[in-house]
């Protein structure tokens, strides 16, 4: 039963964290960039690239964190502490309500505005696979504000699962949260358009800001239910 309830938040975690936009925002603009009339195979490689930069980045922050709690706790975090970041994963709930997108009718996010120039200049400017590998790293460690109270809580997770599982785990975890952009890349191959695609994230932001609060409550409760009361 505790293996499936630390799987179960790892996976949690995993889909609050592919709900942040940073990365989805990076590489439509990637495409946007490259993609001229048609697509192209080149673009194809970039795109690819830019989800391992992610990807790895993303697998080396769990992995890291894994280390750095089996370190400081001598295994799992304690109930006393795992408290506090039930707490914190409120507090990020609120957080991406009202911070995480900036008002208008736009998809703009929290990062401020020189940011988000170079950001846009390095995707116009990324013609090689290794300037698409480290944009996607660049994304993925840019997004830690947000993501890393759930690398931490999925991190705790994994280390209270069997050794055999723990890479599978961190695994699952990082394909969680690169999905919405492996659906991005298979929705442009099948012919949908870049302005398709971001009318479709204008048109549902608040649908995505509210499920995003909601999914940092649900695992706040999830956590304080069956790690911080399960002695109780």
């Given at each position: 039963m505790d293996g499936l309830v630390n799987l179960f938040i790892v996976i949690l975690a995993g889909v609050v964290h592919a709900g942040l936009q940073l990365g989805v925002s990076?590489?439509?603009?990637?495409?946007?960039?490259?993609?001229?009339?048609?697509?192209?195979?080149?673009?194809?490689?970039?795109?690819?690239?830019y989800l391992l930069g992610v990807s790895l980045f993303t697998a080396l922050a769990v992995a890291s964190t894994c280390y750095f709690i089996l370190v400081i706790f001598s295994g799992s975090m304690p109930?006393?502490?795992?408290?506090?970041?039930?707490?914190?994963?409120?507090?990020?709930?609120?957080?991406?309500?009202?911070?995480?997108?900036?008002?208008?009718?736009?998809?703009?996010?929290?990062?401020?505005?020189?940011?988000?120039?170079?950001?846009?200049?390095?995707?116009?400017?990324?013609?090689?696979?290794?300037?698409?590998?480290?944009?996607?790293?660049?994304?993925?460690?840019?997004?830690?504000?947000?993501?890393?109270?759930?690398?931490?809580t999925a991190a705790d997770a994994i280390l209270c699962l069997p050794q055999g599982m723990q890479i599978l785990a961190i695994a699952v975890y990082v394909l969680t949260v690169i999905t919405p952009m492996l659906l991005l890349n298979i929705f442009i191959e099948k012919g949908r358009t870049i302005v398709e695609i971001q009318k479709w994230r204008v048109r549902n932001k608040n649908f995505i800001k509210i499920m995003t609060g909601v999914g940092f409550v649900t695992l706040a409760i999830f956590l304080f239910a069956f790690k911080v009361l399960k002695d109780f």
């Open positions: 990076a590489l439509l603009l990637l495409y946007h960039a490259n993609i001229g009339k048609k697509l192209k195979s080149s673009t194809k490689k970039l795109a690819r690239s109930e006393a502490t795992l408290a506090i970041l039930t707490g914190a994963l409120m507090a990020f709930a609120i957080a991406i309500w009202f911070v995480y997108y900036q008002r208008g009718t736009g998809t703009e996010l929290w990062i401020p505005r020189r940011f988000a120039r170079f950001i846009n200049e390095r995707a116009e400017q990324t013609d090689e696979d290794v300037e698409a590998f480290s944009l996607g790293m660049t994304m993925a460690c840019a997004e830690m504000p947000f993501a890393v109270i759930l690398i931490i």
